[in-house]
């Protein structure tokens, strides 16, 4: 975006701009989102299908939002930014009494949606997102889809399939319950300010079946514990689990993390799964 960069330093300066709208904060990663034709496709990106609750982290001065609220869906925005939901409030009164100042990683959602499921979307603050990923997972029994934009390299690595450099205990978490695409790449310059690298917007749709057939925990625990050794093999990084010999002798111990897709970290569970504690 042309004069973003001066834009900023103008900020920077002032308490708070003299238009009516939002500083951008560096301690809160935000980096507002300027370009309507992204903003579109972002909130075009999700179905609408099989529920009718949506939530927006993050919203910012609402460019997404506008999109949203013409959306035939029960919206809601959540933000910790107490100058953005002023600004939320005034721009957008048709959200009155759904603009919830909150931090949504303490945040319990039960509160707005109860047992409904709900659509989660928002162009996140690159501090956190991977943080609001593992809080969706921790909450995906209500949680059907998924839209956001993250930093183009956490994206990259939601989505990596396996034996790929970045694939990593964020893409086989995710992977073992949503279908990941990468949708698309955002430049810098459509930000205000700009941050220093590309985005990358991705969706998330939950698989149909998404109970896993082994300990779910467990699960969690052995693609965490495979990948912090990532170098070794899993008969070295796994050695924790002080399984038996004749067990560490399957060949799938041969093998390091990033060479097991999703369906074979199931797998390795269910092997490990009568020798845990």
């Known amino acids: 975006m042309k004069n973003s960069n001066k834009k900023y330093v103008h900020y920077k300066k002032q308490a ?12 809160l990663g935000q980096h507002f989102l300027m370009d309507e034709n992204v903003a579109k496709n972002i909130a075009d990106s999700l179905t609408y299908s099989g529920y009718k609750n949506v939530l927006e982290i993050g919203p ?21 930014d107490s100058e953005s939901v002023v600004y939320l409030k005034e721009n957008y009164p048709e959200l009155e009494g759904k603009v919830h100042e909150k931090d949504f990683l303490k945040y319990d959602l039960k509160e707005i949606f109860q047992e409904e499921p709900y659509a989660i979307i928002g162009n996140f603050p690159y501090n956190i997102s991977t943080q609001i990923v593992f809080k969706t997972l921790e909450n995906r029994d209500q949680i059907p889809e998924f839209s956001g934009m993250f930093q183009k390299e956490v994206a990259q690595r ?32 459509v930000f205000n300010p700009p941050p220093k690298v590309d985005s990358g917007v991705i969706l998330l749709k939950r698989k149909e079946d998404f109970k896993l057939p082994c300990d779910e925990a467990l699960f969690f625990r052995v693609v965490k514990t495979a990948f912090q050794q990532r170098r070794k093999t899993l008969r070295n990084s796994l050695k924790i689990f002080q399984l038996p010999d004749e067990l560490r002798e399957d060949v799938i111990f041969n093998q390091r993390p990033e060479q097991l897709s999703t369906e074979e970290f199931i797998d390795l569970t269910l092997k490990i799964q009568p020798y845990a504690v």
């Open 158 to 189: 939601i989505a990596a399939p396996h034996g790929n450099k970045t694939y990593g205990i964020l893409s086989v978490l995710t992977q073992a319950f949503y279908d990941v695409t990468y949708l698309f790449t955002v430049p810098p310059g």
């Open 16 to 27: 708070a701009p003299e238009d009516g709208s939002v500083r951008a904060k560096k301690h």
């Open 60 to 80: 910012g001065m609402g460019v997404l939002t506008k999109y949203l609220v013409k959306k035939d869906i029960d919206f809601h925005v959540i933000e910790i």
